[in-house]
C-alpha cells in the first residue's frame, strides 16, 4: 500500500503534462492578471497648460502658480506639463494620451457680480464625452480642491471637518484585486487538475489495459484508487503552496483568514472534483475524449463560478442559478476565508452546497467507475 | 495431474457467443497452446480462468481452486501477461516490478527478473525507450514476478518480427524449465508447433481439435502441400480428379504475385507423376513446383475450412 501510494507520487510528480496543468497554467493567469495592476492609483492622467505667463499681471502669474503647486500635492491626480499650448494638449486628449486638459487662462476673468465684482482666475477644462466616470471623479475633486483653496484664500473659519478612522484599529485593510483573484485561480487550478487530470490518468490506464493488469494481480481495486486519490491529494496540496506563494510574494496578495482553513477547503475541493474526475473518466476511451469531455465541464465553471471575480457580481438572475453550480460555493467560501477571515463557522451555505456536491458526485462515481468492463 | 479445470464454460456478450461450451485440461509442467484466429475466444477463455472476467456458466478452476471463488488465492498462484497491456509510463522498469511485486505475498526481487529476460541494464529506463521485442522480455518478467506455478500468456509475441519472435520462444522455454505450466494463446501456426506440448485448435468459440502438435498434423488427411506456379491463372478444378489430391484450391490474394494451386495430398510420391503428366497436357506453362509437409495451418484449414489467417 505504501509502496503503491510512493509510485502514485512519483508518477504524478514525473508526468510533465500534469505538471503544466497543475503549475504552469494557473501560474500564468496570476502573472497576466498581477502585471495588468488593475488597482494603480491616479490612474487618470491631467494635461496642465499655464498660460498665465503669457501676459497676465504680476499678481496673476503668482496666483496661477501657487494653485499649481497646491494641485500637485493632491496625489489623486498625475499631472503633466509637457504640453506648452492648449492645442498640443487638446490633441493629445484626442489620441487618448491624457484624459483632462486644465487651461489656466493667460488674463484673469472680467469682475463679475457673483465673484463680488473682483477679477478671478477662470480655469478651462477640455474633458472627452466617452470617459464619464472618469470626468465626474475628475470633476469633483476639482471642485473640492478648489473650495479648500478658495476658504484658504478668504482666511475662513470651518465649521467642520472630517477625520477619517480606519475601521479596524489596527492596520488598515486594502484589498487588492489580487487578494480577490488568488483564490478564484486557487479553485481553477484544483478543479482542473482534479477532472482533467485524473479523468486522462484513468482513461489511460484503461486504454492500456492496465486497471485489467492489476485486475490480475491479488490487489484490491479499491487500494488501486485509493491510492490515486492521495497522490492528487498530494500534488493538490503543492500546488495550492505554490500558487499561494506566487501570489503573496510575487503580486502582495494577502491571505487574511487561517491559512489552514484554505488548506482544508482546496481538499474539500478537490474530493468533489476527483469524484468529477471519476466519472468523466468512466465515459472516456482515450486520455483526448477525457480531456475533451474534462474542458466541456470545466470551461463553464470557470466563467460562471467566479475564478476571476465574485460570481455574485453576475447580473442577480444568473448568480441565482449560478450559485448553485459546484465551483461557486468552494470559491465564495475560499474568498471568504481569505479575506474575510471566516472560520468555518461562518461558511454553513457554502460548506453544505459543496457537501452535497461531494455526495452526489460521489454516488454517480461509484455508479459509473468500472474497474472491470467486459 | 490438471493445473487447470475448464468444463462447459460460456460466455456471451449479448448476442454474440464468445465463448460456446468448452471444456479442456492442462496438465502440471506442460506448454499448452490454444491456436485460434483473432476472436475465436482465446482471450476471453484465459482471462476467466485468470478470474478477470465472469463466465456466463460453466466453471473453471486453477490449482484445485475456483476462478471466480477464490479468485484472491488463485491471483496469488498465478502469473499473467495480458495481451498488448503496457505499464505505467512514469516508472522505471525495476520500479514496476518492484510495485508490482508488492501487492503479492511472494515475490521476485527486479534485478533477478530483470537479469532472466536480458534486461538488467534497463532497470532504469522507462517502458517507452524499450523496443517492442524489449517490451514483450519485460511483459514476461513481469508476469513471474510473484515466482507463479503458472503463466498465462496471452499473444506473447503478437507484433514482433520473426527472430524476435524467435529469442522470446527462449525465454518462455526458460520459465517451462523452472518446473512452470504454461498456457499461452497464439494466432501463430509455428509459435504453437514449436513451443507447445499439446495444442487447443478454437475457432468460434469452440475446440474444434485438442492434441500434441504431431498427433494433429498426423490425422490430417493430407501430409503434404503441394504449390504449383503458373505463367497464367490456371483452374484448379481439374487437379481435384487426381487419386491421393484431397483438396485444390487457387490462391488468390495481394500476397500472390503470380498464379498458383495449391493442392493437399496424403502421399505426395505417388500423386506427384500424375500431377505433372496432367500439367504437360495443359497450355499453361508450369514454372515452380514446390512441396510442404503438413502443418498446424492445414490442421486448421481441414477442420474449419478457412485459413488461420483470415
Not at chain 1, 490633441?91 to 488674463?107: G, H, N, S, Y
Amino acid at each position: 500500500m505504501i509502496k503503491l501510494f510512493i509510485a502514485a507520487v512519483k508518477m504524478q510528480f514525473r508526468d510533465r503534462l500534469s505538471l503544466f496543468w497543475a503549475f504552469v497554467f494557473p501560474a500564468m493567469f496570476i502573472i497576466i492578471f498581477g502585471l495588468f495592476n488593475f488597482d494603480r492609483p491616479g490612474s487618470t492622467t491631467i494635461a496642465l497648460v499655464n498660460r498665465a505667463p503669457e501676459s497676465g499681471s504680476e499678481q496673476y502669474i503668482k496666483g496661477a502658480q501657487q494653485f499649481i503647486e497646491g494641485f500637485k500635492k493632491v496625489a489623486y491626480f498625475k499631472i503633466t506639463e509637457e504640453y506648452k499650448t492648449e492645442d498640443d494638449a487638446v490633441k493629445a486628449l484626442k489620441d487618448d494620451k491624457v484624459e483632462f486638459v486644465l487651461v489656466i487662462p493667460a488674463t484673469a476673468a472680467a469682475p463679475s457680480s457673483a465673484n463680488g465684482n473682483l477679477p478671478h482666475i477662470q480655469l478651462r477644462i477640455v474633458d472627452d464625452e466617452k470617459n464619464k466616470i472618469t470626468n465626474q471623479i475628475v470633476m469633483a475633486g476639482l471642485r473640492n480642491f478648489l473650495a479648500e483653496v478658495n476658504l484658504d484664500i478668504a482666511k475662513a473659519p470651518r465649521l467642520f471637518s472630517l477625520n477619517e478612522e480606519p475601521l479596524s484599529a489596527g492596520e488598515v485593510k486594502k484589498i487588492k484585486y489580487m487578494d480577490i483573484l488568488l483564490p478564484g485561480i486557487l479553485g481553477m487550478a484544483l478543479m482542473t487538475m482534479s477532472v482533467i487530470g485524473l479523468a486522462a490518468d484513468l482513461s489511460l490506464y484503461r486504454q492500456q489495459r492496465i486497471l485489467k493488469r492489476i485486475l490480475a494481480t491479488p490487489l484490491k481495486p479499491g487500494i488501486f484508487v485509493i491510492a490515486t486519490v492521495f497522490s492528487y491529494l498530494v500534488l493538490i496540496a503543492v500546488q495550492v503552496t505554490v500558487l499561494l506563494a506566487l501570489g503573496h510574494f510575487l503580486f502582495g496578495a494577502q491571505i487574511y483568514g487561517n491559512l489552514i482553513n484554505v488548506y482544508l477547503l482546496s481538499l474539500l475541493g478537490a474530493i468533489l472534483f476527483l469524484n468529477v474526475g471519476f466519472i468523466v473518466g468512466s465515459f472516456s476511451k482515450s486520455p483526448s475524449s477525457a480531456s475533451s469531455l474534462g474542458n466541456i465541464i470545466t470551461m463553464p465553471l470557470m466563467f460562471f463560478s467566479g475564478v476571476f471575480f465574485p460570481a455574485n457580481s453576475l447580473p442577480p438572475v444568473m448568480y441565482s442559478v449560478v450559485q448553485f453550480l459546484p465551483l461557486t460555493p468552494l470559491l465564495d467560501a475560499l474568498r471568504k476565508v481569505s479575506i474575510e477571515g471566516a472560520s468555518f463557522l461562518g461558511l454553513g451555505k457554502d460548506l453544505a452546497l459543496v457537501g452535497g456536491w461531494i455526495l452526489i458526485t460521489l454516488f454517480v462515481a461509484t455508479r459509473t467507475f468500472k474497474f472491470r468492463q467486459d | 495431474m490438471s493445473v487447470i479445470n475448464v468444463k462447459n464454460l460460456v460466455k456471451k456478450f449479448g448476442d454474440l457467443t464468445a465463448v460456446n461450451e468448452i471444456s479442456f485440461e492442462v496438465q502440471q509442467g506442460e506448454v499448452f497452446g490454444m491456436l485460434g484466429p483473432n476472436g475465436a475466444g482465446k482471450t476471453t477463455t484465459l482471462e476467466i480462468i485468470e478470474g478477470i472476467q465472469e463466465p456466463t456458466s460453466g466453471q473453471t478452476s486453477v490449482l484445485g481452486m475456483d476462478s471466480q471463488k477464490q479468485s484472491d488465492e488463485v491471483k496469488e498462484r498465478i502469473g499473467v501477461q495480458l495481451q498488448a497491456s503496457a505499464y505505467f509510463d512514469n516508472l522505471t522498469l525495476g520500479e514496476i516490478l518492484d510495485l508490482f511485486g508488492s501487492f503479492y505475498k511472494k515475490q521476485l526481487g527486479p534485478d533477478k527478473l530483470l537479469e532472466s529476460v536480458e534486461l538488467r541494464d534497463k532497470k532504469n529506463s522507462l517502458v517507452k525507450h524499450l523496443s517492442g521485442g524489449q517490451k514483450q522480455r519485460f511483459s514476461i518478467a513481469a508476469s513471474v514476478v510473484n515466482d507463479p506455478e503458472l503463466v498465462f500468456l496471452d499473444e506473447p509475441t503478437t507484433g514482433l518480427d520473426p527472430q524476435a519472435r524467435r529469442h522470446l520462444w527462449e525465454y518462455i522455454r526458460q520459465i517451462n524449465q523452472q518446473g512452470k505450466t504454461i498456457i499461452l494463446t497464439t494466432h501463430y501456426m509455428e509459435e504453437a508447433q514449436r513451443l507447445c506440448d499439446r495444442v487447443a485448435i478454437i475457432d468460434m468459440g469452440k475446440i474444434v481439435a485438442l492434441d500434441t502438435p504431431a498427433n494433429l498434423i498426423n490425422n490430417l488427411k493430407s501430409s503434404y502441400r503441394i504449390n504449383l506456379t503458373f505463367a497464367e491463372r490456371m483452374s484448379a478444378e481439374i487437379f481435384k480428379q487426381v487419386q491421393g489430391v484431397i483438396d485444390a484450391r487457387e490462391l488468390t490474394g495481394d500476397d500472390q504475385p503470380q498464379p498458383r494451386v495449391q493442392l493437399r495430398v496424403n502421399k505426395a510420391m505417388e500423386s506427384l507423376p500424375s500431377l505433372l503428366g496432367l500439367v504437360e497436357q495443359q497450355e499453361i506453362r508450369l514454372e515452380d513446383i514446390e512441396m510442404q509437409p503438413a502443418n498446424l495451418e492445414d490442421v486448421f484449414l481441414e477442420l474449419t475450412g478457412k485459413e488461420l489467417r483470415d
